[in-house]
T-cell receptor
Framework: NAGVTQTPKFRILKIGQSMTLQCTQD?????MYWYRQDPGMGLKLIYY???????DKGEVPNGYNVSRSTTEDFPLRLELAAPSQTSVYFC??????????????FGPGTRLTVT | SQKIEQNSEALNIQEGKTATLTCNYT??????LQWYRQDPGRGPVFLLL???NEKEKRKERLKVTFDTTLKQSLFHITASQPADSATYLC????????????WGLGTSLAVNP
């Protein structure tokens, strides 16, 4: 199993450009998450999905969009990039079972700079 | 307000000693609490989970305790090694809304040889 994979690893965007961060998991997990992590600020949830076709907002969804057309893929779309979106982005997945979702498995992250 | 707090100051200990990291929370009713390790430039890696009705969990040199009266979890690494140097994150799942984890900021641990 490759686990959770993310592309690209690094990206520099100009203000106003758009891009899609890709995330794929091969563990057949139903739950998937997008986080951003800024220095000293901890992990902030952007969006999450409980299954194909179902997504919901997290703490900091503004400026982002997601879709979940398959169990494996959960892309994150940035429209009109702003310097405030400079961050490291992590995708994660977990398997829900009776009693709750347990451990989350994280991808290696995408380091995004908007200038 | 709801808060989850970890030691903000880095913890420096000597190799072989026990490292103890703290996670405190207020105004949550956790269904369970998890601990993760994060190395620089990498995503967090799951270590241990402890449920609200459990007092203690162990895995090799790791031990987690959970005191719902004190609203605190302690994470212990015994016989610490330089390879244990990393940032350790706690995260809790609130009862009734355990689709999402609420994350602490993490504590940086440095184990000196």
């Amino acid at each position: 199993n490759a686990g959770v994979t993310q592309t690209p690893k690094f990206r520099i965007l100009k203000i106003g450009q758009s891009m899609t961060l890709q995330c794929t998991q091969d563990m057949n997990h139903n739950y998937m998450y997008w986080y951003r992590q800024d220095p000293g600020m901890g992990l902030k949830l952007i969006y999450y999905s409980v299954g194909a076709g179902i997504t919901d907002k997290g703490e900091v969804p503004n400026g982002y969009n997601v879709s979940r057309s398959t169990t494996e893929d959960f892309p994150l779309r940035l429209e009109l990039a702003a310097p405030s979106q400079t961050s490291v982005y992590f995708c994660a997945s977990s398997y829900s079972r009776q009693g709750g979702n347990y451990e989350q498995y994280f991808g290696p992250g995408t380091r995004l700079t908007v200038t | 307000s709801q808060k989850i707090e970890q030691n903000s100051e880095a913890l420096n200990i000597q190799e072989g000693k026990t490292a103890t990291l703290t996670c405190n929370y207020t105004n949550y009713s956790p269904a369970y609490l998890q601990w993760y390790r994060q190395d620089p430039g990498r995503g967090p890696v799951f270590l241990l989970l402890i449920r609200e009705n459990e007092k203690e969990k162990r895995k090799e040199r790791l031990k987690v305790t959970f005191d719902t009266t004190l609203k605190q979890s302690l994470f212990h690494i015994t016989a610490s090694q330089p390879a244990d140097s990393a940032t350790y994150l706690c995260a809790l799942a609130n009862a009734g809304n355990n689709r999402k984890l609420i994350w602490g900021l993490g504590t940086s641990l440095a184990v000196n040889p």
